[in-house]
């Protein structure tokens, strides 16, 4: 199993970025799938998570800025960030909480990151 992130990058106080993470390989089913991010110095934090039913959830430092989506068919999770401040530059990484076969337990696999800087 692999999630690969992309979208991250360099852009101005202001701007928007938006991330993606596609999950690949053997997977029989995904249940929760989110986003993390880990600031130099800092723990990795929560950004966004959206399980397979249910509402989203946010740190409250994104809320009203940030926008977490699924597309189940594309085993694909993403994040529309809107509005980023300097205090938003991290490494993001997706997870996703999935089983590879019937009957097995589900665990959590993490893509390898991407890094946005929000900077002028």
């Known amino acids: 199993v692999q999630l690969q992130a992309s979208g991250g990058g360099l852009v101005q106080p202001g701007g928007s970025l938006r991330l993606s993470c596609a999950a690949s390989?053997?997977?029989?089913?995904?249940?929760?799938m989110g986003w993390y991010r880990q600031a130099p110095g800092k723990q990795r934090e929560l950004v966004a998570a959206?399980?397979?039913?249910?509402?989203?959830d946010y740190a409250d430092s994104v809320k009203g800025r940030f926008t977490i989506s699924r597309d189940n068919a594309k085993k694909s999770v993403y994040l529309q960030m809107n509005s980023l401040k300097p205090e938003d530059t991290a490494v993001y990484y997706c997870?996703?909480?999935?089983?590879?076969?019937?009957?097995?337990?589900?665990?959590?696999?993490w893509g390898q990151g991407t890094l946005v800087t929000v900077s002028s």
């Open positions: 997870n996703a909480l999935l089983a590879t076969d019937y009957g097995l337990k589900y665990k959590y696999y």
């Open positions: 390989g053997s997977i029989f089913s995904i249940n929760a």
């Open positions: 959206v399980p397979s039913g249910g509402s989203t």
